[in-house]
C-alpha cells in the first residue's frame, strides 16, 4: 500500500496560495463585490454529471468541489475534499479519507455521496463518463464509514488520480428528493445548486446565465483572499464585440481568454484592462469525420490537410500569437514527438491526394461554434483551398451546446468541426486517448476513428506504470495519426486572459483556465 503524501501536498498548496493572492490573514475575511464575466457559450444546464467541457466548466469548478483538484501553470494536482489517498500496491484500491466539509444546504459531505456521484455518472453514460467507463464499474465504489471512499478499478489505470477531480460530489439526499420518474433529477439538477463549492447558486436563466453568493461555510475558508467576492456572475454573450466593449466599458470583469488576436491587442491598448498571457496546453483542429465517405478514404484526407493554409492562418490572422502543432498533443506535453514536421499548404499536393479517391465527390460541410471567431475564419480559409481543387463546400456555424450535441451523433456530425481541444487533466491521454481510441467513438472520439495499431498503443500506455513505455507509445501513436491525417493539426494556444485592471488575484490554469473565482477580489 502506498499512501501519497497529500498533507504535504497540503503545506505546498496553501504557501502556493497565500503567495498567489498576496495575502494570508487569519481574521475573517471582508465582503468584496461583485464580479461578472462574460462568457461566450450557454450555460443550457447546471447538471456537473452530464457536460464535460470548459465552456461550462465555471459552473462545476465555482458551485461544486471534487476529491482532488488541478491548479496553476503548469497544472499540479493537489488534495481537495480529501485529505488523504492510499493507492494499493497493485493500482486497483484507491482510499480515499475525506475532511470536514459542509453542503451548501448545511449537511456535511459524506463519503456516500461521493459513491452516489460517481455512480451517476456512471448511470447517466454523459459528461465525464468516458473517463471511467471500462475502468470504474458500477457497484464497486463503496463507503465503509462517512469519511472513507474507496475505489476498486477493474484495472489498473495510469490516469486515474488525474481524472479524480472530474468526479464532482452532490448532494445525495438533495438530488434524490427531486428525482422524478427515476431520472437521477436531471431536471431539477440542469437548474439548481446540490453542491459544497465556494459560491452557492442564487439565481439561474438559461438564456442569460447564472449568479452566485460566496459560501461562507465553504471547508477550505476565505483568510486566505483579502475582500474575496461576495457575488460571481457568468453571462452568456455571443457576440465577440460585445464582450470586448463591456470589458472595456467596465461591464464586464472578465471575459474568453482565447479571442481573436485583433480583439486581444485591442484590449491590451484600453487603460481599463490588463491581458495576461500564458501558455497553454489546449489545440487548435479540424474534426474529420473518419466514419462518412468520402472522408473514409485517406487521400481525401490527405487532400484536406493539405488544402489548409497553416501559415497564413497563424501568421496572418493570428499574427504569430501561437505554435504550430502538427500532432493533436501540445507542443509542451510530455509524449509529443519532435520529429513530425506535419503538413503544409500545398494545392498541388492536395490535388495529387484528390485524384487518387475513388469515392464520389460530394458537397463538404465545413462546421464552425458562432462566438468563437477564429473557427469561422479557419473554415472559411479551409473553403478557400478546397475551392481552388474542385471540392465544393458549405460553412455551417451554430452554438457550442449545439455543436456538442451534433458531435455525438454519427449521422448529424459535420464533415468537418474547427475547435480546440481543451486540458481536462495534464495527461496525453486527455488528447491522443480520448480523440482517437476505439472504445471513445460517438462519446470523447468525435471523429468515428478507428485504428487497431494505434488503439494498441493507446490502450497500453493507459494501464502502464512505466514511463518510458508510455511516452514511447505516445510519441508512436502521434506519427501514425499525423500520417494518416485522422484531423487538421494547427496549433498549440496561448492563453490571453482579458480582466478588468480592478481585478486581483486570477490563477490561470488549463484546466478551467482561469474561471475559478474563490481566489479573485475587486479593488
Known amino acids: 500500500m502506498r499512501m501519497l503524501d497529500q498533507s504535504a501536498g497540503v503545506r505546498r498548496f496553501l504557501a502556493v496560495a497565500a503567495l498567489a493572492v498576496g495575502v494570508a490573514t487569519a481574521s475573517p475575511a471582508v465582503a468584496g463585490g461583485k464580479f461578472v464575466f462574460a462568457n461566450s457559450s450557454a450555460y443550457d444546464t447546471l447538471d456537473p454529471h452530464a457536460i464535460f467541457d470548459v465552456g461550462r466548466v465555471a459552473s462545476r469548478i465555482n458551485l461544486y468541489d471534487g476529491l482532488m483538484r488541478w491548479f496553476d501553470n503548469p497544472p499540479h494536482l493537489e488534495p481537495w475534499l480529501a485529505e488523504k489517498v492510499e493507492v494499493s500496491d497493485d493500482g486497483l484500491t484507491y482510499t480515499f479519507t475525506l475532511r470536514d466539509a459542509t453542503f451548501h444546504d448545511g449537511s456535511p459531505v459524506e463519503a456516500s455521496d461521493v459513491v452516489y456521484s460517481i455512480e451517476r455518472i456512471l448511470e447517466m453514460k454523459k459528461g465525464a463518463f468516458s473517463l471511467f467507463a471500462g475502468t470504474v464499474e458500477p457497484g464497486s465504489t463503496k463507503a465503509p464509514d462517512a469519511r472513507t471512499v474507496v475505489f476498486t478499478l477493474n484495472k489498473p489505470s495510469a490516469i486515474f488520480l488525474a481524472t479524480v477531480p472530474e468526479v464532482h460530489v452532490v448532494n445525495e439526499e438533495l438530488v434524490r428528493a427531486n428525482e422524478v420518474d427515476g431520472d437521477l433529477g436531471t431536471a431539477w439538477l440542469s437548474k439548481n445548486d446540490a ?31 483579502e475582500n474575496p467576492l461576495d457575488i460571481i456572475e457568468f453571462r452568456t454573450v455571443v457576440e465577440i464585440n460585445s464582450r470586448v466593449l463591456g470589458l472595456m466599458n467596465g461591464d464586464f470583469h472578465g471575459t474568453d481568454g482565447y479571442l481573436p488576436q485583433d480583439q486581444v491587442k485591442r484590449l491590451a491598448a484600453s487603460e481599463n484592462v490588463n491581458v495576461d498571457e500564458q501558455e497553454s496546453m489546449r489545440i487548435f483542429y479540424s474534426i474529420i469525420h473518419n466514419g462518412r465517405s468520402p472522408m473514409t478514404d485517406v487521400n481525401f484526407r490527405k487532400a484536406l490537410a493539405y488544402a489548409f493554409d497553416y501559415d497564413g492562418f497563424i501568421n496572418n490572422i493570428l499574427s504569430g500569437s501561437v505554435a504550430r502543432d502538427p500532432v493533436p498533443l501540445p507542443n509542451n506535453m510530455w509524449g509529443a514527438p519532435a520529429d513530425v514536421t506535419g503538413y503544409t499548404y500545398d494545392l498541388d499536393k492536395a490535388a495529387e491526394h484528390l485524384a487518387m479517391v475513388k469515392e464520389p465527390l460530394r458537397e463538404i460541410t465545413l462546421g464552425a461554434l458562432a462566438g468563437y471567431g477564429q473557427t469561422e475564419q479557419a473554415a472559411a480559409l479551409l473553403q478557400n483551398g478546397l475551392n481552388k481543387i474542385g471540392v465544393e463546400t458549405k460553412i455551417v456555424t451554430e452554438p457550442w451546446p449545439v455543436a456538442s450535441g451534433k458531435m455525438r451523433d454519427e449521422q448529424q456530425m459535420y464533415d468537418l468541426l474547427f475547435l480546440w481541444k ?25 471523429s468515428w476513428y478507428c485504428n487497431e495499431e494505434v488503439d494498441r498503443l493507446l490502450s497500453e500506455a493507459r494501464v502502464s506504470t512505466d514511463q518510458a513505455v508510455r511516452q514511447a507509445n505516445y510519441e508512436q501513436a502521434n506519427r501514425l495519426l499525423a500520417e494518416d491525417a485522422a484531423g487538421i493539426f494547427v496549433y498549440n494556444t496561448k492563453w490571453f486572459g482579458p480582466f478588468s485592471t480592478r481585478v486581483k488575484g486570477v490563477r490561470f490554469c488549463p484546466i478551467g483556465n482561469g474561471q475559478e473565482m474563490r481566489w479573485v477580489s475587486i479593488d
Open 422 to 446: 481543451s486540458t481536462y487533466y495534464a495527461d496525453p491521454n486527455n488528447w491522443l486517448g480520448e480523440m482517437y481510441a476505439c472504445e471513445q467513438i460517438g462519446a470523447r472520439n468525435n
Open 195 to 225: 453542491g459544497s463549492g465556494s459560491f452557492q447558486l442564487t439565481r439561474y436563466d438559461p438564456a442569460v446565465g447564472w449568479q452566485a453568493k460566496r459560501f461562507d461555510d465553504h471547508f477550505f475558508g476565505w483568510d486566505m483572499v
